[in-house]
């Protein structure tokens, strides 16, 4: 059986700091699945069409990333309810400051709650990465600017 470790975002739109905390956790599980929020009650740039392919071409046509290693689904359910649907025990979670770990805190904590066979694995990102923030992205993407110091394409 395979070690799969979902990491559910929305990925509005997938930046150099979710890549980094993506190979880092190739390196401790077998898959990564990219679990695709369709969570009605954000504002997203890109609707959940356009995320998935936008994620399909960084990974595996801009980077040659193994399929084989890493599944990218939607989703529109509880994270850990997704996980036992998967078959994964593990939910990644990124850290880029000091100041997500409080929010991430409270969000493993009730993971937790929900189902205690469940953990929550926290990785970092590149220094040079930890900056980026799809919130940002978005922001210069929706004003015109050059994203590829963010992201592996100009995606607008």
């Known amino acids: 059986m395979k070690n ?9 739109p997938i930046t150099y700091g979710h890549i980094d905390v993506i190979k880092k956790a190739l390196k401790i599980v077998d898959r990564v ?7 009605s009650n954000k504002n997203y740039l890109f609707d959940i069409n356009e995320r998935l392919n936008i994620i399909n071409k960084a990974l595996f046509k ?13 989703f529109n ?6 996980c036992n649907k998967m078959n994964s025990k593990i939910i990644l979670r990124g850290l880029r400051a000091v100041s997500d770990f409080e929010y991430e805190f409270q969000l493993a904590g009730m993971n937790r709650k929900l189902n205690n ?9 590149d220094v040079e ?3 980026i923030s799809s919130k940002f992205v978005k922001e210069i993407i929706e004003l015109g600017g050059d994203v590829r110091k963010f992201t592996t394409k100009k995606y607008c």
Request: charged share 20%; hydrophobic share 45%.
């Open 117 to 125: 066979k469940i953990e929550t694995v926290f990785l970092m990102s």
């Open 33 to 39: 699945i990219i679990a695709v929020s369709e969570n």
């Open 62 to 74: 801009d980077l040659k990333m193994k399929t084989s290693k890493i599944k990218i689904i939607s």
């Open 77 to 82: 359910s509880l994270t850990t309810d997704f």
């Open 129 to 131: 990465n930890q900056i």
């Open 4 to 12: 799969n470790a979902l990491y559910p975002g929305t990925f509005d």
